[in-house]
């Protein structure tokens, strides 16, 4: 159960990750250098590259992968409330309904 926990976190992770990016390529910056090479881009890959150290880490502990790509699902329910929250976006009614038809797929996989 651990293992989940930890998966689940790491997707989060992934998630603040992709808002970070976001909000580094709206930002203005002094070069094309430094649009890649700013600290946020940095920790954001940095996460990236962490989750995918917790993925393999929890496959390996029986993580199974057909649970690893139902998991990971949970990327489509985390940005856009993450969006909402940290960037002010709107969630429209469609991206709703696929959130919860997400969260019941979800819910009947591991049933």
């Known amino acids: 159960m651990k293992y989940y926990i930890l998966v689940i976190t790491g997707i ?9 990016l976001k ?9 094309c250098f430094y649009e890649v ?5 940095l920790l954001a890959y940095t996460i990236f590259f962490c989750s995918l150290l917790i993925n393999i880490w929890a496959m390996s502990n029986g993580v199974q992968l057909k649970e690893m790509a139902i998991l990971e699902s949970l990327g489509y329910v985390f940005v856009p409330i993450l969006s909402v929250v940290s960037l002010e976006e709107q969630v429209s009614k469609r991206e ?3 959130i919860l038809l997400i969260m019941i797929g979800i819910i009947i996989f591991f049933q």
């Open 12 to 20: 989060f992770a992934c998630s603040l990750s992709q808002l970070m």
């Open 37 to 41: 090479m700013n600290p946020l881009v």
């Open 96 to 98: 709703m309904l696929g």
């Open 23 to 31: 909000k580094s390529a709206n930002a203005e910056h002094k070069s």
